[in-house]
T-cell receptor
């Protein structure tokens, strides 16, 4: 079974631009979560989608948004990029979300904002 | 709100030596506890999890962890470290609240292994 696939692996953007990251979950997984990983803050939860609905959201500004499609694939968008948005963005999928469905992570998208 | 503390930012051990990575959590109810490992350039891989029952849990790659409620700890151990264990390790606590579930990670412990 294929793992979680994130595209692209690397992105370089300029301040003020917007960016869209894509995540394809493991087949059959309906929950997709997004995390931001930085050296200073560690792993921070962005949001979770389940059956095309945002089920949970972390403490990030409205510039960070996401969506999930009917095939469970998910995208996250960051508008008006800031230097501080440079990070590794990790997507994780699970069967149903919740503690009984462990997260399976992709290898991430490394975003650099200049 | 739940929180996780991993007191050691970086640990160096010799190959073949034993390993213990510390994790302390803060959560009002019975926690769901996890250890993940991240190799350079990779995502996170689940090593083991604790939900209830036996407080000593076995995971993949020869790792185990012990849940101690009285100390709010969930330390990760391995009796003999291999060079391939060099990676960053994350402890996480899952909590249910207001109809949603969220996983909170510690800041991680980077493990270096001396051949």
């Amino acid at each position: 079974k294929a793992g979680v696939t994130q595209t692209p692996r690397y992105l370089i953007k300029t301040r003020g631009q917007q960016v869209t990251l894509s995540c394809s979950p493991i087949s059959g997984h309906r929950s997709v979560s997004w995390y931001q990983q930085t050296p200073g803050q560690g792993l921070q939860f962005l949001f979770e989608y389940f059956s095309e609905t945002q089920r949970n959201k972390g403490n990030f500004p409205g510039r960070f948004s996401g969506r999930q499609f009917s095939n469970s694939r998910s995208e996250m968008n960051v508008s008006t990029l800031e230097l501080g948005d440079s990070a590794l963005y990790l997507c994780a999928s699970s069967l149903e979300g919740g503690p009984m469905s462990p997260l399976h992570f992709g290898n991430g998208t490394r975003l650099t904002v200049t | 709100a739940q929180s996780v503390t991993q007191p050691d930012i970086h640990i160096t051990v010799s190959e073949g030596a034993s390993l213990e990575l510390r994790c302390n959590y803060s959560y009002g109810a019975t926690p769901y506890l996890f250890w993940y490992v991240q190799s350079p350039g990779q995502g996170l891989q689940l090593l083991l999890k604790y939900f209830s029952g036996d407080t000593l849990v076995q995971g993949i790659k020869g790792f185990e962890a012990e849940f101690k409620r009285s100390q709010s700890s969930f330390n990760l151990r391995k009796p003999s470290v291999h060079w391939s264990d060099a990676a960053e390790y994350f402890c996480a606590v899952g909590a249910l609240g207001a109809g949603s579930y969220q996983l909170t990670f510690g800041k991680g412990t980077k493990l270096s292994v001396i051949p």
